[in-house]
């Protein structure tokens, strides 16, 4: 089993210090800084230290790009990418982190932000170990995400050149260091908007074109077509889901009980391992809410209008597992003693955009668990095995 000189009490100090600092997707100025500082105390020149301007390409509000670090090598060999992001949902805002044992915990108010400070403390911890032990090392380019949870935006919006050239990359954003995620979902988001006629609800509802009835019959006919929720057809398989139903300006649908419902708006989503899968999954969708709309008439034989749109969210991607970033990366695994174990997922991550993008991208985890919930925990010796995969994975040959 190979020994990696990791300090152990360093390596946690930066995990706690990262968990404590608030970044919310949208909001990582502040960890943005102090993954930055973390790098330049443990040696690492400013001069090497960057944002990119993403942040100005991306279509929500977002405080800063990027973080982009760039390496020398100490030996020669291809340049290497590490990534994480640095956001979180919005349910760890306020996150509390303590210590219990093996494991990081909240006071179980809020999510924790192991996905993915895990992930940013791994690369920290890495290239405190390289620097401090003078490991030889190719070159190598550390990115680390904004907006990742909200839409992959920061991977997706990064301008290739960026990243030095490098011709693979490893992504710590999952739980097991011995598991290589190298394939995901692709997403394509849909929204509709049913425009009805409103009308007292009591004195005349046959008047009224109700736009919550159409929206209802149209997911409910959806759903007995076989395309909301778990998606299984002969010709392909994947999931869906109608996450927001409700009216204008994120606000409620509809004004009151006694007047019928003249608007609503229903975004959603369809994810598959096949792009065009998602589509027919979609398109699914948009023929249930044609049906539904002429299922529902007024006293006058009027319609609601139904306006439907879709676009692609990211592209689904997979690996071969004889590629050589998969068996670069399953080297390092059993470099550790460990059983690497290949797995796809139906969650999308930075590395749809970073496959995208050309950069053969495998994921291994370092600890996160239960992640986007309140009982989200950090498996500290699980993060530790995450460090050590690291530390192989910058100097293997």
Same mark, same amino acid.
């Given at each position: 089993? @190979?020994?990696?000189?990791?300090d152990?009490?360093?390596?946690?100090?930066h995990?706690?210090?990262?968990?404590?600092?608030?970044?919310?997707?949208?909001?990582? &100025?502040?960890i943005?800084?102090?993954?930055?500082?973390?790098?330049?105390?443990?040696?690492v020149?400013?001069?090497?230290?960057?944002?990119d301007?993403?942040?100005?390409?991306i279509?929500?509000?977002?405080?800063?790009g990027?973080?982009?670090? /760039?390496l020398?090598?100490? &030996?020669k060999?291809?340049?290497?990418?590490?990534?994480?992001h640095?956001?979180?949902?919005a349910?760890?805002?306020?996150?509390? +982190?303590?210590r &219990?044992?093996d494991?990081?915990?909240?006071?179980g108010?809020?999510?924790?932000?192991g996905?993915a400070?895990?992930g940013c403390?791994?690369?920290? !911890?890495?290239?405190?170990?390289?620097?401090?032990?003078?490991?030889?090392?190719p070159?190598?380019?550390?990115?680390?995400?904004?907006?990742?949870?909200?839409?992959l935006?920061g991977?997706?919006?990064?301008? +290739?050149?960026?990243?030095?050239?490098?011709?693979?990359?490893?992504?710590?954003?999952t739980?097991?260091?011995?598991?290589?995620?190298?394939?995901?979902?692709?997403?394509?988001?849909?929204?509709?908007?049913?425009?009805?006629?409103?009308?007292?609800?009591g004195?005349? +509802?046959?008047?009224?074109?109700s !736009?919550?009835l159409?929206?209802s019959?149209?997911l409910?006919e959806?759903?007995?077509?076989?395309w909301?929720g778990?998606?299984? @057809?002969? /010709?392909?398989?994947?999931t869906?889901?109608?996450?927001?139903?409700?009216?204008?300006d994120?606000?409620?649908?509809?004004?009151a009980?006694?007047?019928v419902?003249?608007?609503?708006?229903i975004t959603?989503?369809?994810?598959?391992?096949?792009?065009?899968f998602?589509g027919?999954?979609v398109?699914g969708?948009?023929?249930?809410?044609?049906?539904?709309r002429?299922?529902v008439?007024n006293?006058?034989? /009027?319609?609601a209008?139904?306006?439907?749109?879709?676009?692609?969210?990211?592209?689904?991607f997979?690996?071969?597992e004889?590629s050589?970033a998969?068996q670069f990366?399953?080297?390092?695994? /059993?470099?550790?003693g460990?059983?690497?174990?290949?797995?796809?997922?139906?969650?999308?991550l930075?590395?749809?955009?970073?496959?995208?993008?050309g950069?053969?991208t495998?994921?291994?985890?370092?600890?996160q668990?239960?992640v986007?919930t309140?009982n989200?925990?950090?498996d500290?010796p699980?993060?530790?095995?995450?460090?050590r995969?690291?530390?192989?994975?910058a100097t293997?040959?």
């Open positions: 089993m @190979k020994d990696v000189p990791l152990v009490s360093a390596a946690e100090a995990l706690m210090n990262f968990l404590t600092v608030e970044g919310i997707t949208g909001e990582e &100025r502040a943005g800084e102090a993954v930055a500082a973390a790098l330049q105390r443990v040696g020149p400013a001069a090497a230290i960057r944002f301007n993403v942040h100005t390409k279509p929500l509000p977002t405080q800063t990027n973080l982009i670090v /760039e020398p090598g100490t &030996r060999g291809d340049r290497l990418l590490f990534s994480s640095l956001d979180t949902v349910l760890c805002a306020g996150a509390k +982190p303590m &219990r044992g494991r990081i915990v909240t006071d108010s809020t999510a924790l932000g996905d400070r895990t403390a791994v690369i920290v !911890a890495m290239v405190e170990t390289l620097l401090k032990h003078r490991l030889p090392h070159p190598l380019t550390l990115l680390f995400t904004v907006r990742e949870e909200s839409g935006h991977a997706r919006e990064l301008d +290739p050149k960026d990243l030095g050239g490098a011709r693979m990359c490893f992504n710590v954003d739980t097991h260091a011995n598991m290589l995620l190298i394939g995901a979902v692709g997403q394509e988001n849909w929204e509709v908007e049913i425009k009805g006629k409103a009308s007292h609800a004195v005349a +509802p046959e008047k009224g074109i !736009a919550t159409v929206g019959i149209a409910a959806a759903h007995r077509a076989g909301f778990k998606v299984t @057809k002969p /010709e392909g398989a994947g869906s889901n109608a996450g927001v139903f409700g009216g204008k994120r606000k409620a649908a509809g004004d009980t006694n007047v419902t003249d608007y609503v708006h959603g989503e369809a994810r598959s391992h096949d792009a065009a998602a027919k999954i398109a969708y948009r023929d249930a809410f044609m049906q539904a002429g299922a008439k006293s006058d034989g /009027e319609m209008e139904v306006t439907f749109d879709s676009k692609p969210s990211y592209p689904p997979h690996l071969d004889k050589p998969v990366a399953q080297r390092a695994v /059993e470099s550790l460990m059983t690497p174990e290949v797995i796809r997922s139906n969650g999308g930075d590395a749809n955009w970073l496959v995208q993008h950069l053969p495998v994921t291994f985890g370092s600890g668990a239960e986007h309140v989200e925990y950090v500290v699980e993060y530790l095995k995450g460090c995969l690291a530390v192989v994975l293997q040959e």
